[in-house]
């Protein structure tokens, strides 16, 4: 997930806690339910995309490994260094996403 998604997010989480409280404030039921709905939904999004993006480090994880294996067994350096470091890329770029 990209930092610019993240902030996106919070921000309509907030948006969405305003509204809430001014509709609290103002006793407009309407604007309460609003704002709770853009919150909850802000968050969701946000939550559905952290799993997308755990993923897709999953995928790079497991073709690094692939390939490391590919390389080990075919005596190609290369391509085993290639897979290592695809693998702690993959592993660095996920624990960043929590």
């Known amino acids: ?3 610019q998604g993240k902030i996106k997010h919070t921000a309509r989480t907030a948006r969405g806690k305003v509204k809430e409280i001014v509709g609290r404030a103002v006793g407009n039921k309407r604007m309460v339910r609003r704002g709770k709905t853009e919150r909850v939904t802000a968050r969701i999004r946000h939550t559905a ?3 997308v993006a ?3 480090h999953r995928g790079k994880a497991a073709k690094g490994r692939t390939q490391e294996i590919v390389g080990s067994a075919t005596e190609n350096n290369h391509m085993t260094m290639r897979a290592k470091l695809s693998k702690a890329s993959a592993r660095i770029s996920e624990k ?3």
Do not use: F, Q, Y
């Open 1 to 3: 997930m990209t930092a």
């Open 49 to 51: 995309e952290k799993g």
């Open 54 to 56: 755990a993923l897709r």
């Open 96 to 98: 960043l996403n929590k």
